[in-house]
């Protein structure tokens, strides 16, 4: 596709629901991440892959967080057992190059996933 | 102290003035810096990047770089009402050559 497609659009969960985000980056992108936007904050950082490997995973708030990108392209976010906390719009991010060989390798963000949990 | 500084705002210029928007860094050996605009309910969108002390033109913006004093900022002359939205201060830390750090952004209004 033309950009980063990220679904669904909006989801309202009942607290202790699980949920899963899907994230379909720009074809051929190498690299993939996923940000959480809580209102009125810039993003924070949650995980990273590079093609299937996920080389970075600290920014996950806790264990119910799991992220996985099995083939390489598309993406998932899961949250288990969703609890009010988790109430943000979630970002997918993906850029064509390996990060570090480029210092200014651009990161396309995806229109996000606003979680509402209830 | 937060990793990432900005003046929340709103910053609010008439139009044609210039916007100048701030941002500090608290790591001094990150290398890379951004700056994304974000519109209301929309992803962030790369406006630019600087990692050399000084200026960097384009177009209508300037990005300002000072390591020494751990400072980056966005400059937007002839400021239009289609320039209304937020502006995000992006960092890579020291150590991490992927992860961006923000900061929680400007909300800037040009008033027209």
């Known amino acids: 596709g033309a950009g980063v497609s990220q679904s669904p659009r909006y989801k309202v969960a009942k607290r202790g629901q699980d949920v899963a985000l899907r994230c379909d980056p720009i074809s051929g992108h190498v690299s993939l991440f996923w940000y959480q936007q809580a209102l009125g904050q810039g993003p924070e950082f949650l995980t990273y892959?590079?093609?299937?490997?996920?080389?970075?995973k600290s920014g996950l708030p806790s264990d119910r967080f799991f992220a996985e990108r099995p083939e390489g392209s598309v993406s998932t976010l899961k949250i288990q057992r969703t609890q009010q906390e988790d109430s943000a719009v979630y970002l997918c991010?993906?850029?064509?190059?390996?990060?570090?060989?480029?210092?200014?390798?651009?990161?396309?963000f995806g229109q996000g996933t606003r979680l509402t949990v209830v | 102290q937060k990793e990432v500084e900005q003046n929340s705002g709103p910053l609010s210029v008439p139009e044609g003035a210039i916007a100048s928007l701030n941002c500090t860094y608290s790591d001094r050996g990150s290398q890379s810096f951004f700056w994304y605009r974000q519109y209301s309910g929309k992803s962030p969108e790369l406006i630019m990047f600087i990692y050399s002390n000084g200026d960097k033109e384009d177009g209508r913006f300037t990005a300002q770089l000072n390591k020494a004093s751990q400072y980056v900022s966005l400059l937007i002359r002839d400021s239009q009402p289609s320039d209304s939205a937020t502006y995000l201060c992006?960092?890579?830390?020291?150590?991490?050559?992927?992860?961006?750090?923000f900061g929680k952004g400007t909300l800037l209004t040009v008033n027209p």
């Open positions: 892959f590079q093609n299937e490997a996920q080389l970075d």
């Open positions: 991010a993906s850029s064509l190059t390996r990060t570090g060989l480029m210092m200014n390798t651009e990161a396309f």
């Open positions: 992006a960092v890579k830390l020291k150590g991490s050559n992927y992860k961006l750090t």
